[in-house]
């Protein structure tokens, strides 16, 4: 079965998740293009500046929920009460297990709230379990054409 390419966003502040995580998630056969932004105001910002050309939205957003400037959970309310990006999947990645957090997350409609892991083999198990269902079982909204 052909399986379009995908591109995702990674909204990540700490520089070292960002090495690894795009380190393990380059290695797929799935994955056209990652883009990095490092807080939640320049996710908004770069999603904004493509905001009427749904072909350059990126299929999935990996999000940290505590960034700088604005945090997940900021970005979380504003990309789902836009038509334009409601319907881009958003992946909250983050190390809080914080009960409250898990249920924010999801009452703003997160559509997963994944732990980081801590160790490097179970953070390439985890990004593999995020490849082998976001990348390879569902079906994602896009306009883009590969």
Same mark, same amino acid.
């Given at each position: 079965?052909?399986?379009?390419?995908?591109?995702?966003?990674?909204?990540?502040?700490?520089?070292?998740?960002?090495?690894?995580?795009?380190?393990?998630?380059?290695?797929?056969? @799935? !994955?056209?293009?990652?883009?990095?932004?490092?807080?939640?105001?320049?996710?908004?910002?770069?999603?904004? !500046?493509?905001?009427?050309?749904?072909?350059?939205?990126?299929?999935?957003?990996?999000?940290?929920?505590?960034?700088?400037?604005?945090?997940?959970?900021?970005?979380?309310?504003?990309?789902?009460?836009?038509?334009?990006?409601?319907?881009?999947?958003?992946?909250?990645?983050?190390?809080?297990?914080?009960?409250?957090?898990?249920?924010?997350? @999801?009452? !703003?409609?997160?559509?997963?709230?994944?732990?980081?892991?801590?160790?490097?083999?179970?953070?390439?198990?985890?990004?593999?379990?995020?490849?082998?269902?976001?990348?390879?079982?569902?079906?994602?909204?896009?306009?883009?054409?590969?």
């Amino acid at each position: 079965m052909y399986r379009r390419k995908l591109s995702i966003m990674i909204a990540e502040d700490d520089l070292a998740d960002i090495n690894l995580i795009q380190s393990l998630l380059e290695k797929s056969p @799935y !994955l056209e293009k990652i883009e990095i932004v490092r807080n939640g105001q320049e996710l908004m910002d770069n999603l904004n !500046l493509k905001k009427y050309d749904s072909s350059l939205h990126p299929d999935l957003i990996l999000l940290d929920l505590n960034m700088p400037k604005k945090n997940g959970r900021q970005v979380l309310s504003e990309m789902k009460i836009d038509p334009q990006f409601k319907k881009i999947p958003v992946i909250v990645f983050t190390s809080s297990g914080d009960e409250k957090d898990i249920l924010d997350c @999801y009452t !703003l409609h997160a559509n997963s709230y994944i732990r980081k892991p801590i160790d490097l083999n179970d953070m390439n198990d985890t990004l593999q379990y995020i490849e082998d269902y976001w990348f390879k079982t569902v079906s994602l909204p896009s306009d883009r054409m590969n």
